[in-house]
């Protein structure tokens, strides 16, 4: 389903009202979940309980998926209308809005959920269901087709819990009667529906497609499960191993005409039935104990979910309303370091989660940013990047982003490209398929100079994007290794480890990567030359005839095409020329 992005808190909630002053909120902590409520401590268990509880049904019902992504999960459990609607109150805009129970919100570094706990039945979190298994399937299932996660995903939203038992996959009637009313799309349409169609957009085509994809993978999870085929293992399995998603469509689900008529004829029978299991044990799980937060920490935690949701100014009320009351709490400083960056204020939020780590913060987030812009920024030592990012690791060693950030640092120390290509590895097998991650690694086979292992990452970067910013990182990607790998192919060697030298032509190519890594190509007479510098700001820009561009001088935008001489040293290390000094002529485009 499609991650919705709430309006939320009025300015009522952001003061604070009486009402609400007096309302102590609870934390409970469980082994997966982080629950804060204003509602009663029992409460708050209770919802911690039934989120272990519906973690270990899915991890019975699906035994072979990974469960724990690499964000933690934020329940928030307002205790009424009033609550829910202060945080949510598009919902209650215009005329006939249905007013939901619960609603996950996902994000890359932290999921929430906000839920009502003065809702009562079997669909109450529905649709919280759904987008959890949304965070299993991205977990697990990098290429999965769009009707397949989102059937899945209904199919799994209709999760039950009564007595001892846990009831999976219960049939949803309004899907029913919509497939029973109106006409459907062709399966070979459904099947090549994306998040650009028409088709998920709409709102009105929207409905048949939710309705249908759930009745295709309702049909072929439980009829055929019980006859002992399992087609949407086979056609998961096929994508996974690379398999062209069309035929691995026919392997798995045979003659399109057949399945279609099969599952017309299931829609109108009466013969859904749903997987009943005893309900999982919480025997690992260990006592709950409610926490009371002092107002101080209740805002910020709130603050965090407004600037998640993009609103700065109700955020800020909240966060200079935390900082006042208690500026010793580390999560309000981490909540203005979270708004500072949303806003593209780097040296602010570093600041700012710098105070978060100097009060002991135990978030991974904060001690990862305070390394992550640190390095950015060049404003914090080598030894606290690095200790600052292996702490972040250490507090959440299934973040992927941490070891990104680290692996990055390292590719702008020569000598540590080996560590820098295990810790990218290590963060692609946490996310799998995320380009974001992925370029990380392409880039670390590149410096170890293994171009071919760089392509197969770019290859498989293409096969998952799906964003303008996903094709942004493989132009960036394809140019890089077509530059560099063309020079390693055509260009000649250094003269040496150790030594110095300097060499004129023109530069052909500039590659800037943050922090500070500089690839130039220069054509001379005798071919191409290579020069690769991982601290440019500490490089020379001379010129005898003051034609440096007007304004602030950006070698990564006003190198190119440029006649230079560049001084260079030979790297003991790596045996790459290293430029020291740059002297620039005219311009030859």
């Known amino acids: 389903m499609r991650t919705f992005w709430p309006v939320l808190a009025s300015a009522c909630l952001l003061l604070g009202s009486t009402a609400q002053a007096r309302d102590a909120w609870q934390e409970v902590e469980s082994r997966h979940f982080r629950v804060i409520s204003d509602g009663t401590p029992g409460q708050a268990r209770r919802i911690a309980l039934q989120f272990e509880q519906i973690r270990a049904a899915f991890q019975k019902a699906l035994p072979d998926l990974s469960q724990d992504p690499g964000q933690p999960v934020l329940v928030i459990a307002v205790k009424d209308e009033d609550g829910f609607k202060a945080l949510l109150p598009q919902y209650w805009e215009g005329r006939n809005r249905a007013q939901p129970s619960g609603v996950f919100l996902k994000g890359p570094e932290r999921h929430y959920v906000v839920l009502r706990l003065d809702r009562a039945g079997s669909t109450r979190f529905r649709t919280v269901y759904h987008e959890y298994f949304h965070v299993l399937a991205s977990l697990n299932f990098p290429r999965i087709p769009l009707w397949l996660n989102e059937g899945l995903a209904e199919f799994y939203s209709r999760t039950n819990f009564t007595g001892q038992h846990v009831e999976l996959g219960l049939p949803i009637a309004e899907h029913v009667a919509l497939l029973r009313s109106r006409p459907w799309l062709s399966l070979s349409v459904l099947f090549d529906v994306d998040e650009d169609s028409a088709a998920y957009n709409s709102s009105h085509q929207a409905s048949i497609f939710y309705s249908q994809s759930w009745a295709l993978v309702h049909y072929l999870t439980l009829r055929d499960s019980r006859k002992g085929e399992k087609p949407l293992t086979k056609l998961l399995e096929d994508l996974g191993k690379g398999v062209d998603y069309r035929p691995a469509l026919r392997r798995a689900l045979g003659d399109f005409a057949v399945l279609e008529a099969n599952l017309e004829r299931y829609v109108e029978g009466n013969e859904f039935s749903f997987y009943r299991y005893s309900k999982p044990s919480l025997a690992g799980v260990s006592p709950l104990r409610p926490r009371t937060l002092g107002e101080s920490e209740s805002a910020a935690w709130q603050a965090l979910f407004l600037v998640r949701n993009d609103r ?40 700012s989660f710098h105070k978060a780590v100097e009060l002991g913060s135990r978030s991974y987030l904060a001690h990862y940013y305070y390394g992550f812009l640190g390095h950015q920024t060049q404003s914090v030592s080598e030894q606290g990047i690095e200790a600052s990012l292996r702490h972040a690791i250490d507090l959440r060693p299934r973040f992927a982003y941490s070891y990104t950030a680290l692996a990055t640092f390292y590719l702008n120390q020569v000598e540590r490209g080996q560590e820098a290509l295990v810790l990218a590895r290590r963060a692609a097998k946490l996310e799998p398929g995320n380009p974001a991650i992925l370029q990380t690694l392409a880039y670390a086979l590149a410096v170890e100079q293994d171009f071919d292992g760089a392509a197969d990452v770019v290859d498989e970067i293409r096969r998952h994007s799906r964003s303008s910013q996903d094709r942004e990182i493989l132009r960036r990607l394809d140019d890089y290794l077509r530059r560099h790998r063309g020079f390693e192919e055509e260009g000649r060697a250094p003269v040496g480890a150790g030594t110095t030298g300097d060499v004129s032509g023109t530069i052909i190519s500039v590659t800037c990567q943050a922090p500070a890594t500089l690839n130039l190509v220069m054509r001379t007479q005798e071919g191409f030359r290579n020069f690769v510098s991982y601290d440019a700001n500490s490089l020379e820009y001379l010129t005898a005839t003051q034609d440096l561009p007007r304004g602030q001088f950006n070698p990564c935008d006003d190198l190119e095409g440029r006649s230079a001489r560049i001084r260079f040293e030979v790297d003991s290390a790596t045996s790459r020329e290293r430029p020291v000094s740059i002297i620039l002529g005219e311009l030859r485009h």
């Not at 500026?327 to 979270?338: N, T």
């Open 312 to 351: 700065p100014v109700e955020a800020r009320r909240l966060i200079d309303r935390a900082l006042i009351l208690d500026d010793s709490v580390p999560v309000a400083h981490e909540a203005m370091g979270h708004l500072h960056y949303s806003q593209g204020r780097p040296s602010e939020a570093l600041e």
